[in-house]
C-alpha cells in the first residue's frame, strides 16, 4: 500500500493528474476515523491512498459576516476551537473530534441537533475539490445565499469519494448559543417515545434531543436528554413546558456540559465529536457493529419496539426528531453481526429506512445492507459517478453495488 | 411558431386538444417571464395535467430534439423561463395538488404548480409554516422556488428553499423519472436535491416536491428603526449580526422606496427619512422581549432617529406588506424597473450601497434600493423609461457594474433570482472557464443534449462571453399591437 500526503493542494493535483494518466483507483482519506466498507464481499480494496491530512490552513474567517474557510484535511475539533475564539460555532454534529472537515462533508454526519440547527447541507456555502479530470475546481462562494451556478458544494456532500478530492470549504456559522443547558431523565423502558411524541406536537424550541441506552444484561436503562438555550426567561419557560410534559422527572446537566459521570455525551460534545467519548467509555471493540438508521420521525417514535432489539452487547443512541437511530454491537463475530443486521432489516422492512454503517467486520458489506444502504435515486447516483470519474480512479464502494438487491 | 401538425396530434393525444396552444395570443403571453427586458416567442405551450402526461410529453419533445422548458407562474427575474425559438413551454399549473400533510414529520407533499403561500395558508390552522417566502409569493409556485432555489425575508434565520425542500419527484430531459430524497432529512450518497435545487430548470422537471414545515413563532416583534441615512442603517444591520442576535429577518428600505410605497400603500412609513430598517424576532413570548430591547438598543447606538416597535399583528402585517409589495410600489414613480440580485459579504453593506449610488449618478438613472440587509442581499431597483433605448442601455450598463461591484468585494452574482439568461455574461467574472466547464460536465449528466432550458444558468462552453441582449423595442411594440388588435386587450 502506498499512502501519498501532499502539503499543498497543487501537490494533490498533480498526483491525481500522474494517476490519471495510468488510471488505477486509490482511496481518499483524512484522519481515517470513518469506517469504509467494501461494496460486495469480494470486493477488491485500492491500496493506494491519498491521504490530505497536512491539508489544515484556515483561508479565511470573517466572524462579523459569519462565514469561515478552510482546508479539508483540517480537523473539526480543531476548527471550533478557532471559531470559539470568536464564539461562533458550526452547528453541525461530527462522530469523531479528530475527523477532517472532507471527511464530515464526504459523510455527511449528523446528529442530536440536526432537526433544529441543521446539518451540513444547510452550512455549506463554497467548495473546491479536484475532479475526475484532476482540474481544480471551485463552486459557491464565501456569501451567505447564493445561487450563482450549480450548487455542487451540495453535491460533494456525502459523495463518500466518488466524485472527487474535496481540497477546501467554506462555511456559514452562527453565534454560540447563549447559556446552553441540558435537562436529563432515565427510563426503565421506552416509554420515553411517547413523551417525546408529545414534545413534537408541542412545537418546543428545543436545540437537540438525543436518547441512549447502554448495553446491559437486564432491562436497558434510557437515558434522555434535551438541550435549550437562551435569556433566562427563555429557558425557564422551556424548562417548565417540558418539566410539564415529563412530569417533573427531568432533571439538570450543568450548564449544558457534557456530563460523563452519566455517560451522557452531547453537552458541548456534539460539536466535538459525540460519539467518541461514547465509544471510549463503552471500550468498544475495534471491530464492533455501528449501523445508522435514517427515517422519518413518525416511524422513528411509533411502530419500532426498540426494546424488541435487546441485546446484552447493545448500545443505542436515538435522535428520535430528525431522526438518525444508531446501534452499537459490541461484538467481533461476523456472523453475530449478520444475524443482527438482519434483525435491524425485518424491524425496519415496512418503512423507507435507509442505513449506513459506521463500522464492523471488515467481511461485512454494503450489499449486506440490501436495499437498505442504496438511496434513493441510486442508480442515477452511479450513472452520475461514472460520469465524472470516467477513468475510475476514485475508490468509493458505495457506487459499485449491483444493481438488483433484495431487501431482506 | 407553431407545432408542427404531426406533433401537435401526437401531444393533443396525451394531453387533449384544450391544453396544446400556439395561436399567437398566447405566444405573446408566454414570451418573457418577470424579466421583460428578455422576450421570444415559444414554439407552444403545453399543459400536462399530472406527472404521467408530463413524462409522456417529454419523451415525445425528447424524440423530436426539440427544445423545451418547464414555467410556473412566470415570475421569475432572471429570464430563467423565457423560450428560445422553437422551444416548447410546458406549463407546470396544471400540477397543483397537495397531496399529503403529515404534522407529525412535519411535512407536505405538493405538486410543482402549488402557490407558495397556499401552502401556508393551508397548515396555518395547524401551526405551522413553510418558511421561503419570496415576494412573490402569492403568484410563485413551488416548482420555481426550487428551480431557483428561491429565499424571500425570512430567510436571514431560517434558510432558502434548499434547506426546506425532503424530497422530489423529477422527470429528466428524456422522460425518465427518478426519485431523489426522500421523508426524511438524510440519504446515504450525494445529495442530488441539493444539487437539483436551484439548477433553473435545466436538470429535470419537477413533478412533486416534499416541504418542510416550520412551527409558527409563538411570538414575533417587528421593529422599524428610521434613520437619516443609508450608510448608518447599514452600519446597524452589521452591529446587529455581530451582536449574536440572529433576527428572523432584516430588511432595508431607501427612501425612493419609502416614497412608493407610501403612494399606493401607505404603510406609515416616515417619507423624510432616508432609510427604514425592518426587524423582525421570532420566538417564545418569555424572553423575546428582552432580545427587541437588546437590538432596539443597538439600533439607537448606530444612529436610528427612532425605533418603532409593531403594536399588534395589523400594524406588523402592514409593515410586511409595504416590503413584500415595495417592487410593484414602484410602478407608480416609474414605468419601468429593472431589479438586480447581487449578494455581498454584509460588513460591506456601508460601502457597496454608496458605490450603487455612485453608478446612479454616473448614468443619470434613479436606483432605489429595498433588500434583505441580513443576508447581503441586494435588491437595487433601476429605475427606466422603457420606450427610451438609450436609457433601456444605460439601464444594462449601470445593473452590469452593480453585479461587478459586488464580485469586487467578494460577493456573488444572484442571491435568488438565478442567472437565467440576464447574467450568463458575467459568470466568467466569477468562475474561472474551468469551472464553468466543470459545470456543464455535471449538467451533462441530466441534460446530455441541452434539450431542457437551453443556455440558462452557466454559458454555453466555448462561449463563455456570450450576452444575450433584450429584444428591440419596436418589434416588441409590433408584436404588443398584433396582440390587442387579436384579442382586444391592450397591452
Known amino acids: 500500500m502506498t499512502t501519498f500526503t501532499p502539503a499543498s493542494i497543487e501537490e494533490a493535483q498533480t498526483w491525481l493528474q500522474q494517476r490519471l494518466e495510468q488510471p488505477k483507483p486509490f482511496q481518499i482519506r483524512g484522519n481515517q476515523t470513518h469506517f469504509q466498507a467494501k461494496a460486495i464481499p469480494s470486493s477488491v480494496e485500492s491500496e493506494d491512498v491519498l491521504s490530505l491530512s497536512k491539508l489544515t490552513a484556515t483561508n479565511f ?50 446528529g442530536p441537533n440536526r432537526l433544529m440547527m441543521g446539518g451540513l447541507r444547510d452550512c455549506i456555502i463554497g467548495i473546491e475539490y479536484l475532479n475526475g479530470r484532476a482540474e481544480r475546481v471551485h463552486a459557491g462562494g464565501k456569501v451567505v445565499k447564493n445561487v450563482t451556478g450549480y450548487d455542487l458544494c451540495r453535491m460533494m456532500l456525502g459523495s463518500l469519494g466518488g466524485l472527487g478530492v474535496i481540497t477546501a470549504a467554506n462555511l456559514k456559522v452562527i453565534p454560540q448559543p447563549v447559556e446552553p443547558h441540558g435537562l436529563y431523565s432515565r427510563f426503565r423502558d421506552t416509554s420515553w417515545l411517547l413523551r417525546v411524541a408529545a414534545l413534537q406536537e408541542a412545537r418546543l424550541p428545543i436545540d437537540w434531543i438525543q436518547a441512549l441506552a447502554p448495553a446491559t444484561t437486564g432491562e436497558p436503562d434510557w437515558i434522555l436528554g434535551i438541550g435549550i438555550s437562551g435569556n433566562p426567561e427563555r429557558q425557564a419557560r422551556l424548562e417548565k413546558e417540558l418539566q410539564s410534559l415529563f412530569q417533573n422527572q427531568l432533571k439538570s446537566i450543568t450548564d449544558g456540559k457534557t456530563n460523563r459521570s452519566l455517560g451522557y455525551l452531547p453537552g458541548t460534545d456534539r460539536y466535538t465529536g459525540w460519539l467518541e467519548g ?17 427515517l422519518n420521525t413518525r416511524d422513528a417514535l411509533q411502530p419500532i419496539r426498540l426494546e424488541a432489539l435487546q441485546h446484552s452487547d447493545l448500545h443505542q443512541v436515538i435522535h428520535p426528531i430528525g431522526a438518525d437511530l444508531h446501534f452499537l454491537l ?74 438488483a438487491m433484495n431487501a431482506s | 411558431m407553431a407545432f408542427a401538425p404531426r406533433i401537435r396530434e401526437e401531444l393533443t393525444q396525451i394531453c387533449g386538444s384544450k391544453w396544446i396552444k400556439d395561436d399567437e395570443v398566447t405566444l405573446y403571453t408566454y414570451r418573457s417571464d418577470g424579466l421583460t427586458l428578455y422576450t421570444k416567442l415559444p414554439m407552444g405551450i403545453v399543459y400536462p395535467a399530472n406527472s404521467e402526461e408530463l413524462v409522456r410529453v417529454v419523451k415525445v419533445l425528447h424524440r423530436e430534439k426539440l427544445t423545451f422548458l418547464a414555467r410556473g407562474a412566470g415570475t421569475g427575474l432572471s429570464g ?20 399529503d400533510i403529515d404534522y407529525i414529520n412535519r411535512i407536505i407533499t405538493v405538486g410543482p404548480g402549488v402557490v407558495n403561500l397556499r401552502i401556508s395558508e393551508k397548515v396555518r390552522p395547524n401551526g405551522y409554516h413553510f418558511v421561503p417566502d419570496p415576494s412573490s409569493q402569492k403568484a410563485c409556485t413551488i416548482g420555481g422556488n426550487v428551480a431557483e432555489n428561491s429565499g424571500g425575508p425570512h430567510t436571514l434565520k431560517y434558510g432558502v428553499t434548499v434547506n426546506h425542500v425532503l424530497g422530489m419527484e423529477v422527470v429528466l430531459p428524456d422522460g425518465e423519472l427518478i426519485q431523489v430524497g426522500g421523508d426524511f432529512h438524510n440519504q446515504p450518497g450525494p445529495d442530488l436535491l441539493g444539487l437539483i435545487n436551484g439548477s433553473e430548470g435545466t436538470f429535470g422537471i419537477v413533478t412533486k416536491v416534499v416541504c418542510r414545515l416550520t412551527p409558527n413563532p409563538e411570538k414575533a416583534v417587528t421593529l422599524l428603526g428610521i434613520f437619516d441615512s443609508v450608510r448608518c442603517a447599514c452600519d446597524a444591520v452589521s452591529a446587529v449580526i455581530r451582536s449574536g442576535t440572529v433576527p428572523a429577518a432584516l430588511e432595508l428600505i431607501d427612501k425612493t422606496v419609502i416614497y412608493a410605497v407610501e403612494q399606493t400603500l401607505k404603510p406609515g ?17 418569555d424572553g423575546i422581549g428582552n432580545d427587541a430591547a437588546k437590538v432596539e438598543e443597538l439600533l439607537m447606538q448606530n444612529g436610528a432617529q427612532k425605533v418603532e416597535r409593531a403594536k399588534d399583528d395589523a400594524e406588523r402585517a402592514r409593515i410586511w406588506r409595504a416590503r413584500k409589495e415595495s417592487f410593484g410600489a414602484i410602478g407608480c414613480i416609474s414605468p419601468s424597473y429593472y431589479v438586480q440580485d447581487g449578494v455581498i459579504p454584509r460588513s460591506k453593506l456601508p460601502e457597496v450601497i454608496e458605490q450603487i449610488e455612485a453608478i446612479g449618478k454616473k448614468y443619470n438613472l434613479t436606483i432605489a434600493n429595498v433588500f434583505h440587509a441580513g443576508d447581503g442581499n441586494l435588491h437595487p431597483l433601476i429605475l427606466y423609461n422603457y420606450k427610451d433605448a438609450d436609457e433601456v442601455e444605460r439601464t444594462h450598463h449601470a445593473g452590469e457594474e452593480i453585479l461587478k461591484v459586488c464580485l469586487s468585494c467578494g460577493g456573488a452574482l444572484s442571491g435568488e433570482h438565478g442567472i437565467g439568461l440576464e447574467k450568463l455574461k458575467l459568470m466568467t467574472d466569477l468562475y474561472s472557464e474551468n469551472d464553468l466547464e466543470n459545470m456543464n460536465w455535471v449538467r451533462g449528466c441530466f441534460n446530455p443534449e441541452s434539450l431542457l432550458n437551453p443556455s440558462k444558468a452557466i454559458p454555453t462552453p466555448s462561449r463563455c462571453g456570450e450576452s444575450k441582449r433584450p429584444v428591440h423595442i419596436s418589434d416588441d411594440v409590433a408584436a404588443s399591437k398584433m396582440v390587442t388588435r387579436k384579442s382586444g386587450v391592450a397591452v
Open chain 1, 278 to 294: 461514547l465509544r471510549k467509555k463503552w471500550k468498544l471493540l475495534p471491530n464492533y457493529l455501528h449501523v445508522m438508521v435514517l
Open chain 1, 61 to 110: 474567517f470573517d466572524p462579523d459576516d459569519m462565514v469561515v474557510g478552510v482546508e479539508a484535511g483540517m480537523n473539526i475539533s480543531k476548527l471550533q476551537e478557532i471559531l470559539a475564539e470568536k464564539k461562533m460555532v458550526l452547528p453541525v454534529n461530527p462522530w469523531f473530534g479528530n475527523s477532517t472537515l472532507g471527511g464530515l462533508l464526504a459523510c455527511n454526519d449528523i
Open chain 2, 80 to 99: 430563467g423561463a423565457v423560450p428560445q425559438e422553437d422551444t416548447v413551454i410546458i406549463e407546470m399549473d396544471r400540477l397543483k395538488e397537495i397531496h
Open chain 1, 330 to 403: 459490541d461484538v467481533e463475530d461476523p456472523n453475530e453481526q449478520l444475524d443482527f443486521l438482519q434483525e435491524l432489516k425485518n424491524r425496519f422492512r415496512r418503512t423507507d429506512a435507509k442505513m449506513v454503517f459506521g463500522n464492523a467486520h471488515p467481511d461485512l458489506s454494503l450489499q449486506d445492507l440490501g436495499e437498505f444502504g442504496r438511496s434513493t435515486a441510486y442508480s442515477f447516483t452511479q450513472r452520475l459517478q461514472r460520469h465524472l470519474d470516467p477513468a475510475g480512479v476514485f475508490h468509493a464502494p458505495f457506487y459499485q453495488l449491483p444493481q
Open chain 2, 269 to 285: 412609513f416616515p417619507q423624510d427619512a432616508e432609510a427604514v430598517l425592518i426587524v423582525e424576532l421570532e420566538d417564545l413570548t
